[in-house]
């Protein structure tokens, strides 16, 4: 939350903040993992293999390989260089590590919170929280970890208190 903290207005203070899940990085890393299993697996038990069959399998794994790892050091990069933050004042939301892009919505212009969640996001527990604001703003929460705490959050720093 370096960012984040470094960049308060006076009398601003952080109510609640989130990161980006480590889960973001199964999808790359099953392939990461297949990949290699394909290619050591094909060379161990090649001689019960076809040369078609061994090539197939050890060429679409090396095919693979590069890929995977690349995803896997991209979302690697986006879980530790992504702040998500809801103070009294702002929702902020921050990503990149060299180039940095925020999105910001003050309190009182958020005018809705949607929540997304896939089939495996609901099983694990992580989704995306989009907050618009007035006119075209938009602040997403992607791959966070507990959405539904994070609305309630969100939707509790935005309601007036009770006079």
């Not at 001689?47 to 690697?76: C, H, K, N, W, Y």
């Not at 997304?116 to 929460?141: C, D, E, M, N, W």
Request: proline share 4%; hydrophobic share 45%.
């Amino acid at each position: 939350m370096a960012y984040i903290s470094d960049n308060l207005n006076p009398r601003e203070s952080i109510i609640h903040s989130a990161r980006i899940t480590l889960l973001a990085l199964v999808p790359g890393a099953t392939l990461l993992v297949l990949s290699v299993i394909g290619f050591f697996g094909g060379m161990l038990f090649g001689q019960r293999l076809t040369v078609e069959v061994l090539g197939g399998i050890v060429m679409s794994s090396m095919f693979m390989f590069p890929f995977a790892l690349f995803d896997v050091l991209r979302t690697f990069v986006q879980v530790i260089s992504t702040e998500y933050a809801i103070t009294n004042q702002r929702v902020i939301v921050k990503t990149g590590l060299v180039r940095r892009t925020t999105s910001e919505v003050a309190i009182g212009k958020v005018e809705g919170i949607s929540l997304s969640q896939s089939v495996l996001g609901r099983l694990v527990g992580y989704g995306t929280i989009t907050v618009s604001g007035t006119g075209t703003q938009k602040a997403p929460f992607r791959y966070v970890a507990n959405p539904m705490e994070l609305r309630k959050q969100i939707q509790a720093a935005t309601t007036p208190e009770a006079a």
